[in-house]
């Protein structure tokens, strides 16, 4: 019994190794640089063809808040990113993994052996 339930969650580790390598796959398709900056995403001044979502800033000057776009908001807007950080998200979430333990000083410090 112990070993048909060895032999099932090997094969669902196999399976799930051999999606995430898929993953990989693709994504570095499309995350490739001719991809990224794909003509058809930017117009001959490169500027950037998809929507933006601008962030209200309130100045002292303004009575009323001015929009204003920023890159972070430029760059999580891409196609290409947009679509990957989807996925990763929901992977992430399928695996349990959350995401701030990848961020901070102790990461970088493990990361970077230090």
């Known amino acids: 019994m112990e070993a048909e339930r060895s032999s099932a969650e090997d094969e669902r ?4 190794m051999q999606n995430i390598f898929s993953l990989r796959q693709t ?3 499309d995350l490739s640089f001719e991809k990224i900056f794909a003509p058809e995403l930017w117009d001959e001044d490169g500027i950037w063809k998809w929507e933006v979502p601008s962030t209200p800033v309130v100045t002292e000057e303004a009575a009323e808040a001015d929009h204003e ?3 972070p908001a430029v760059v999580a807007a891409h196609p ?3 679509k990957w950080t989807k996925i990763v998200e929901d ?3 399928e695996w349990g993994v959350e995401k701030g333990v990848f961020e901070g000083e ?3 410090a493990g990361r970077v052996g230090g």
């Not at 580790?13 to 799930?16: I, L, S, T, V």
């Open 91 to 93: 992977v992430m979430r």
């Open 27 to 29: 994504a570095t398709s």
């Open 106 to 108: 102790e990461w970088e």
């Open 13 to 16: 580790q196999h399976e799930a």
């Open 80 to 82: 290409a990113i947009k």
């Open 69 to 71: 776009i920023t890159f």
